[in-house]
């Protein structure tokens, strides 16, 4: 585990403190790198407050007006959620979630995304991520405070950091703005074949963004299929 390589994206968080928590929970298990995607105040003396001896964590925040532009570099996104989707996703709770982000976090980028505190994270935020981690709570009153669920992810991946596994054989995993592209692409693709009618979408583009999810291309592997789809877009006729 290189928990340097780990980055904790929190997206449009209202209360202030909950980032200062934040902060402090990262810090606390030797993570360093904030994220913030358009918080509704930040900085702000709560956060401070709350940060504790953890003020340098938010200092060096980032601040960012998208999740796109928050991930765009890493080869590895995990989403947060307590909810199951209508769409579900490939999930894991935060221990499995350790050891796949283990061999990925020593040569790459890894995101962990947190949703808002009332509305949690959007369905198109959800599919932009590799896997949905579930924190397995209580059925009746399963979602956890913002910085508490952090706190339990973080502590996770110090619990495996302690113990060490193997390296894996190292890829180079395309990144989440190489993957955007690839699907700006395979849309228009199909749509140029008429397979994909915007006026009956049936879910197709999130059920094809969690098909090469969850295979996770290699950049290679990518390049392929763009290949394949700009050759697509030049000999197929209109019909
Ligand atoms: N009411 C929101 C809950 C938001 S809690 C909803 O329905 O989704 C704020 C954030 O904490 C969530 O977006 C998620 O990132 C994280 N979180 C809270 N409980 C969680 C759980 N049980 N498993 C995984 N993440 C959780």
Known sequence: MNLENIRVVLIETSHPGNIGATARAMKNM??????????????????????????DILA????VDDLKTAIADCELVMG????????????????????????????????????RERTGLFNEELHVCHWHIIIPTNSEYSS????????????????????????????EWATADEMQAFYCELEKVLTHIKFYKPELPRQLLPRMQRLFNRARLEKNEMTLLRGIFAKILRTTVNY
């Open 60 to 63: 060096n925040a980032l601040i």
């Open 144 to 171: 956890l405070n913002l910085a508490a669920a952090v706190q339990v992810i973080c502590y996770e991946l110090r619990m495996t950091d302690m113990i060490t596994i193997p390296l894996q054989e190292q890829f």
């Open 30 to 55: 030797g993570l360093k790198e904030l994220v913030l995607v358009n918080p509704k105040y930040f900085p702000h003396d709560n956060a401070t407050e709350r940060a504790g001896g953890a003020d």
């Open 80 to 115: 947060t959620s307590a909810r199951e989707r209508s769409l579900p996703w490939p999930s894991c709770d935060p221990r499995q979630a350790a050891e796949k982000i283990s061999p990925v976090s020593h040569q790459a980028n890894v995101a962990l995304v947190f949703g």
